[in-house]
């Protein structure tokens, strides 16, 4: 195959349909991955269409390419510095004097633009008829017309692109913004200048390096300055100069009045090529905003739809969770009964099996909640709840915005820290991050379950909705503290758009979900199984252990004395077997949990115990927390083999056995602030590192939440002891 | 007034005679039109409404005539805050004041008989014997005031309430930001949500935005004068509330 290779990126504003059409131009041939150095997701598709590989590129949606956020630079850097072959502008055909802004200011970069005319049919139900041959004359661009939730127009789309790029004509000149005649003078009396001062070195085109330096274009500046060499002084006054030039004829900004007169140009262009009728249709998405961020009906609704996505996620989730169980025992059973006994057997079914099993029946609760969250997204609702928690949000110091993470990180704080990436501010996202785990995610509610449901019984509900609460007091406590200190942030001024409801297609919501999961089931898979073998090998290791009694020879004693006095009569045989057996287990259970107190685990356990000791926590209770560094799942079932649990229904006997042990209903409290506070799970801690590209940041929070939670767990413990608990 | 008019007229013949006045009739004709305004004229003025009535002088002329006016004490130089200079005729026996507005520089002239009495009796009181006197007020008159009053920060609307986006006051970056995204000075949007505290959705055109509080108080704006459908679709939304 001899295809030539070619590099499209897809630019457009937010909502205009660019997603939806790079969903269409390359259907499952996705990768999902960060542009370098910035959390900002680049997804990009290969696919071979007319003999040639074409790599789309989704550039992040943008109204400009003024570098005000992350992604405008992203999208901008990519223009400029990656040299795609053809930029392909999606332009909102109902919003088209917005989205020309964007097509001026790539016009005004020498690249191959072609123009995308979206959503043509809703702007014609409107009332708004364009006239494409128009458009493309008078900017004197190749202009296709395409449809992106009807799937029209995309291999028109992709032909042109290609005869673009296979075009050789240099880029057109004219037909480019014309400023007037005074900025013109500035500009060409600064383009003059650079190409005196910085011949060949420059890495873009003279007109536009002028133009972006006169608008005070922070990164350019920067980067011309620092090509300049000598002549730095001389060209910092040469475009103080400039500016001053304008700013005295215009009294106002240059950027400002540049920005005017590009929507002055666009008005002209809009005047020429648009017919619009009349008649005004109503603003459907408008009205239902009138209801769904209404003061007083929004926020009920809003509980509404929240209290329904939660519902569904465990309610409907719990039926595959438990054929998922059941799959799990049916393989550790088959194995158990068909491996040799060994270490292999023995790392693989408590292991990785018992590991990788706990976390894999959370598959159908993550893919719910992930469609939910999709649906929310792709209906345009996710941008109203934002908007409705803001006022809730500023008592923590933040926006609405970061509500989402928040509220996902009570089923997971994986998906809930990768969330925070829709977050602009970089100290938002760090404040969201570190504050997300106080969250109670769905994993520690068994540890929960059990401590509660042993030392308070019948209210047991009371004391985890109190523990609920606990987590989120304190992550207001601290975003109010971080705020005020180590995140001062500047209250930037905040403008976002809410993109019109749609009815969302099938396709995208189960890419978005797919992607999701996806990216979930590999960070856990990876992880948990790396972690399943680190626990099982501390507890598991070292193999030979010195038993204070000879656990072998009690169970032969008991098999041979149960073979040799094997009564006559049935009945007393049953009742004789039946204590055998009891009496085995007994050993066995002892034997096992001898084996954790004298492994690995058991010694650190040990080792860790004086510093659990004051807040009431012996040093199984020890072991058992630095198990759940792995997975809070594994905290219950160390605790089952810790404490010697026995008999069919694993939770009863365990709280049977905590009952019965020195552990009273004070220091029961004292671990569950604990559980909620201490660090999170591993899998949380790789993806906070992931995401805030810091380990600075991830040791403080990990340090932070362990300090809060050993802090507060001696406050409640020693505070319930002087209160005479 | 008409009677006034001429008296003062014939007051200026005899007056012009007297003093042996070179080009009576045309100044006599200055007169005459200066007469007919009843409100304040600069000599520009003066001199195009001259030639309206189809005798053609010259603006020196003619101002040469009205310092002569204001020799005879008939007319008053008055100097404006805008710097322009304009005249008035004194009506014999009256005078009035004035009030300026400084924003559209309308000028309101009254009188009112207990000011003026007043003014004599201060007058008096320090032994001070008044020949004139010359009041004015400045200020903003009550069509420029009402105009004032209404141009608000978006975060004083209501919910429901159109408006037009007047100016913003916010910092360049913002404004840009603001523009780039397709709000702009002229605009008119609806409000969907304010809540009070806190963000505010507002829709302009097809387009909705949601804008923090601290921006929203940079953003001015004026009512649209309630008329049409969105009276009633206003009501609605009162209603519903």
Redesign the interface.
Known sequence: MNSRKLIIALAGNPNSGKTTIFNNLTGAHQKVGNWSGVTVEKKEGVITRHGYELTIIDLPGT??L?P?SIEEIVARNFVLDAHPDVVIDIIDA??L??SL??ATQLREIDCKVLFALNMADMAKS?GVKIHADKLSELLDVPVVFTVGNKNEGMDALLKKAIELAENTRQTPEGRKVHYSPDIETAVADLQNFIHQVLPEKLPYSERWTAVKLIEDDKIVHERILSLSGDHQQALEAQIRLARQYITDRFDD?P??IM??ER?GFIAGIVKEAVTASARQRV?I??NI??VL????I?FPIFILFIWGMFQLTFSVGKYPQEWITACVHALSAALEMHLPDSLFKDLLLNGVIAGVGSVIVFLPNILILFFCISLFEDTGYM?RT??LM??IM?AIGL??KSFIPMLMGFGCNVPAIMATRTLESEKDRILTILITPFMSCSAKLPIYIVLAGTFFATRAGTVIFIIYLTGVVLSIITGRLLRTTLLKGL?A??????P?YRIPMAKSVMIHMWERSKMFLKKMGNIILIGSIVIWTLSAFPRHIEYSRNYEAEIQNLQSRGALQMPGDAAARRTLEKETAAAMDDIKGQMQAEHVEKSYMGQLGKLLAPVFAPIGIDWRGSVALLSGFVAKEIVVSTLGILYVARGDNKTEALRTALASSDMTPLSAVSMLVFVLLYLPCLATIATIRRELRSWKWTAFSIGYSTSLAWVMAFLVYHGGRFLGF | MKQLHRQEKEQFTKLFKQEAIDRFEDRLKVVEVFLNFEHHVTVGELTSMIGDSGVSLSPDFVQDTLKLLCCFGFAQKNRFEDGHIRYEHHHLGHHHDHMICMRCNKIVEFENEELENLQLTIAESHGFHLLQHKMELYGICAACMKDHVQIMPLTMTR??ERVVIKDFT???????????????VGDEV?I????????M?I?A????????R??AQ?IRVIPVHKKNVSVGKMDE?HA??
């Open positions: 109204y400009s003024t005000f109902s919003n004097e917005r802004y964007l409107r900004d950027e400002i920005t005017d929507y603003d998405s408008r905003d009138l961020t209404n003061r007083f929004g941008a934002a908007f803001d006022k500023h926006h609405g209250d001024p905040f403008v976002m758009e809410l019109p | 919910q429901g916010c910092g360049s970056e913002a404004r840009m930001r603001l523009l780039s995204m397709g709000l702009r609806q969907i949500t304010n809540i009070g505290k806190g963000q959705a829709a055109g097809f387009k909705r935005y949601v804008i923090g601290g921006l940079k939304i519903a509330e």
